[in-house]
Antibody
């Protein structure tokens, strides 16, 4: 079974930075073959797509709300996905999920890591 | 940007059929996916590619997509189906993933 484990969440002040990680494991899951993505959910709100990256890491995609502030990357040798969050705002407060992106949809999801932006 | 519209809530009695809609401009030309999310848990894929079910998802869950509306149908609803449901598409014009706002299914 595929497991995705996020880490790195926490409390940060507005304008601050934070780095999230997502470690992938599981029999038969070749990390480099899978596009990956970050999806967030603000408290009491719906799902919001944040960013995606191709299996090789050559292609990246961002929601308009985070473009220029967040950076997605991956290290296929470590089976790990990353999200660097800069210039954080109160509205970035959310649970951040990583998920693998089979073309078109998300199959496996992590349990999420909470990012709180507050002074 | 592409917008998906879902009703905020749907209520149904146990054993009945729940239909959750997802509206979008010419959504029938796109491929729609559906997720179930229970409180405090990560989303779970219940229907992909308009009408296919992942392994482990009961046959009671089905999907359809035509013209401007996609629909998730849950037959013989059970108490355990109570959850939030989200539709999702890939918008090729913007290279963005788009989620609907979510529908809370209440089992009466």
């Amino acid at each position: 079974e595929v497991q995705l484990l996020e880490s790195g969440g926490g409390l940060v002040q507005p304008g601050g930075s934070l780095g999230l990680s997502c470690a992938a494991s599981g029999f038969g899951f070749t990390f480099s073959n899978h596009a990956m993505s970050w999806v967030r959910q603000a408290p009491g709100k719906g799902l919001e797509w944040v960013s995606a990256i191709s299996g090789s890491g050559d292609s990246t995609y961002y929601a308009d709300s985070v473009k220029g502030r967040f950076t997605i990357s991956r290290d296929n040798s470590k089976n790990t996905l990353y999200l660097q969050l800069n210039s954080l705002r109160a509205e970035d407060t959310a649970v951040y999920y990583c998920a693998n992106y089979v073309p078109g949809h998300f199959v496996y999801w992590g349990q999420g890591t909470l990012v709180s932006v507050s002074s | 940007s592409y917008v998906l519209t879902q009703p905020p809530s749907v209520s149904v009695a146990p054993g009945q059929t729940a239909r959750i809609t997802c509206g979008g401009n010419n959504i029938g030309s796109k491929t729609v996916h559906w997720y179930q999310q229970k409180p405090g848990q990560a989303p779970v894929l219940v229907v992909y590619d308009d009408s296919d079910r992942p392994s482990g998802i009961p046959e009671r869950f089905s999907g359809s997509n035509s013209e401007n509306t996609a629909t998730l149908t849950i037959s013989r609803v059970e108490a355990g189906d109570e959850a939030d449901y989200y539709c999702q598409v890939w918008d090729s014009s913007s290279d963005h993933v788009v989620f609907g706002g979510g529908t809370k299914l209440t089992v009466l």
